[in-house]
């Protein structure tokens, strides 16, 4: 079946360094998706990308699909204390209606 | 404006109890499902349905059972609970299934089976 991971699975940053996580399926999607669970919360939706290729932004946010439709990063500039939280991706396959999520890169900032 | 709904937020069952996580929305999605999230394994996927009267297995269906009689609730049932069972359970609801629209999701049922 479809696997989606992600690396790493945790990451600690000083609050101003930049994070990046990366995500990777084993089969070619249609769009992936990328959401954020604030400890104790809920994954709420971040965006989603279709085309392949595709680079987004949403402030210090920065999405990209990779050109084979298979992989994905997500980058923060500059991190702050609200930034804190784990961050998944999320992909579907053509004509699937399934949404398969990755395992989650935990972001832990020190102030 | 409501979301998607769970209750109950909290629950402790004993082994081989019998229990339902209940689950509605209010914005007409046609699209529901069930995931569980446990440390580091992510957000697996239990059941979902497409629409009403229309339910399939996701990734980790043994144990649970779900129905969709409406197109607002797609309840959860485990039949005799189970240790490896303690987990949180979230349910989401997106608008149309298939074409990568967002899923909402409600704020999860943290189990646990003792």
């Known amino acids: 079946g479809q696997q989606v991971m992600q690396i790493p699975q945790y990451q600690h940053v000083q609050e101003g360094e930049d994070f990046t996580t990366y995500c990777n399926s084993s089969?070619?999607?249609?769009?992936i998706q990328w959401y954020k669970q604030r400890p104790g919360g809920h994954p709420v939706f971040l965006i989603q990308?279709?085309?392949?290729?595709e680079v987004k932004k949403q402030k210090r946010l920065t999405f990209q699909f990779g050109e084979a439709k298979k992989n994905s990063s997500l980058h923060i500039t500059a991190t702050q204390t609200t930034d804190v939280g784990t961050y998944f991706c999320?992909?579907?396959?053509?004509?699937?209606?399934?949404?398969?999520f990755g395992t989650g890169t935990r972001l832990t900032i020190i102030p | 404006n409501a979301g998607v709904t769970q209750t109950p937020k909290f629950q402790v069952l004993k082994t081989g109890q019998s229990m339902t996580l209940q689950c509605a929305q209010d914005?007409?999605?046609?699209?529901m499902s069930w995931y569980r999230q446990d440390p580091g394994m992510g957000l697996r996927l239990i059941h979902y349905?497409?629409?009403?009267?229309?339910?399939d297995q996701g990734e980790v269906p043994n144990g649970y059972n779900v129905s969709r009689s409406t197109t607002e609730d797609f309840p959860l049932r485990l039949l005799s609970a189970a240790p490896s069972q303690t987990s949180v359970y979230f349910c989401?609801?997106?608008?149309?299934?298939?074409?990568?629209?967002?899923?909402?999701f409600g704020q999860g049922t943290r189990l646990t089976v003792v």
């Open positions: 989401a609801s997106s608008y149309a299934p298939g074409q990568g629209t967002e899923a909402f």
């Open positions: 089969t070619t999607l249609s769009n």
């Open positions: 990308l279709v085309k392949s290729g």
């Open positions: 999320a992909g579907q396959r053509f004509g699937n209606e399934k949404l398969t």
């Open positions: 914005m007409n999605h046609e699209y």
């Open positions: 349905s497409v629409g009403a009267g229309i339910t």
